[in-house]
């Protein structure tokens, strides 16, 4: 079968005219990413808070332990494309202390290049062209491009938080309900994530508990992205999608090293959980690639059975730098919420910025402040009327963006 359909252009004059691809929905975050290129090209001090990619390196005893196995030539090979024994062992001792979870490694647990790769991956298997994923608005964006890649539909469903930090539970669970209703085929899965990003909502334990319930009652699979696991800053931990007893049944969830462990660029992750979703990942990995380099998947067994003050110490960078960055936008006069969880500030736009939309005021930040933010449409469509800025940078850079912004928005006022 040929991925070109007969109306496709020939030859092709654009990587669109894939119909896969023109499928997706527009980057637009690249449009914030050329003109910051452009600026630090002519010298600007940009202050970049846009993307999510953690500052703050490795801990030191990570990088020893991946250090001491890289030159060894038996790592050299092809490694497991699910990950080696240890590493999948150390993920189900780290489910078993930290939340009271047992994991068979062999079965329930497999390795993947990063908690993205994992997502679009799964999808790929699980989904047949046409199936219908609920995804609530807005999102990380692969939740939404892996469904698009695997040739189904997302349905997307509002998120809405409360004034203490958490997603509001009644109105997500009867949007799910209302989909389910009014979608024929029957949707086939839902994806959550909390601590969220974009939006730093977080989840109960009863929210995941009724959840779990439902997608029991709505036939639905369950998709649980816990990448900010390790990131709440109140008296909580947030919940696992796994301790809710059944909820092996129904989903799956996946953690992440890069944002826990400082380990971005390393690119590990794991999908744990349902058995046949787990497998279903492995078969198609299978297929795909051949593992993570292996003294990379030693050290983060290593990160992970070694003691965790490390992640405790990142927790505590972002929660300052989160308390920094709003403070000073509260004395630009920008009453943006304080998160309680995640590594990001989730902004409403000032209200006279608002009809702007989040692009352009994005790129007013850009060109009048120099501090890229990300534009909240890029979460999906209810993220329109909010950016981002992501706590990537120290605290004394993060009171800079905010006095230039002041400044900025000072200008307009003027
Ligand atoms: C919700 C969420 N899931 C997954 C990821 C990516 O995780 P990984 O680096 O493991 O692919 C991110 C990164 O920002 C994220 O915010």
């Known amino acids: 079968m040929s991925d070109i359909s007969p109306e496709a252009p020939w030859p092709p004059r654009s990587a669109a005219d894939f119909p896969r691809l023109s499928g997706l929905p527009a980057y637009v975050f690249a449009q914030v990413n050329a003109e910051k290129a452009e600026r630090i090209a002519a010298g600007e001090d940009v202050i970049d808070l846009g993307m999510g990619n953690p500052d703050l390196g490795t801990p030191g005893h990570i990088v020893d332990e991946m250090v001491a196995h890289a030159a060894d030539p038996r790592h050299h090979r092809y490694s497991a494309s699910r990950g080696i024994h240890g590493l999948r ?114 989840a109960t334990p009863e929210l995941l508990e009724r959840a779990v319930e439902l997608c029991r009652r709505e036939r639905l699979l369950l998709i649980h992205d816990f990448a900010y696991a390790d990131f709440s800053f109140g008296d909580s931990e947030p919940p696992s999608l796994l301790q809710v ?22 690119r590990v992750g794991f999908c744990v959980g349902n058995t046949a979703m787990v497998q279903a990942l492995t078969k198609i990995k299978s297929y795909l690639d051949y593992g993570i380099f292996q003294p990379i998947q030693i050290a ?66 850009l060109r009048e402040a120099g501090v890229v933010v990300s534009p909240g449409v890029g979460f999906g469509r209810e993220g329109e009327g909010h950016v981002r800025f992501a706590l990537i940078e120290p605290e004394d850079r993060l009171r800079e963006a905010g006095q230039r912004i002041a400044k900025a928005l000072m200008r307009k006022a003027a």
């Open 300 to 365: 983060a067994a290593h990160a992970l059975r070694s003691p965790q003050e490390c992640v405790g110490e990142t927790r505590e960078v972002y929660r300052r730098r989160a308390e920094a960055l709003v403070g000073a936008l509260h004395a630009a006069g920008w009453a943006v919420p304080e998160p309680r969880a995640t590594m990001f500030v989730w902004a409403p736009i000032p209200g006279e910025y608002v009809h702007m939309g989040s692009m352009e005021f994005a790129r007013h930040l």
């Open 245 to 266: 007893p059944g909820a092996m049944d129904v989903g799956v969830e996946f953690f992440s090293m890069s944002k826990s462990y400082c380990m971005a660029g390393w």
């Open 89 to 202: 062992e150390a993920m189900a001792e780290h489910y078993a202390e930290r939340y009271g979870v047992t994991l068979d490694p062999e079965t329930q647990v497999v390795v993947t290049i990063g908690a993205k790769e994992g997502i679009a991956h799964l999808m790929l298997a699980l989904l047949e062209n046409g199936d219908t994923v609920i995804v609530p608005s807005p999102a990380y964006p692969i939740h939404y491009y892996s469904v698009v890649f695997a040739g189904g539909h997302v349905h997307s469903i509002p998120l809405v938080g409360d004034e203490d930090g958490y997603v509001v539970g009644d109105a997500l669970l009867s949007a799910v309900e209302a989909a389910c209703a009014s979608t024929w085929p029957r949707p086939k899965a839902l994806v959550l994530s909390f601590p969220n990003n974009p939006t730093t909502l977080s």
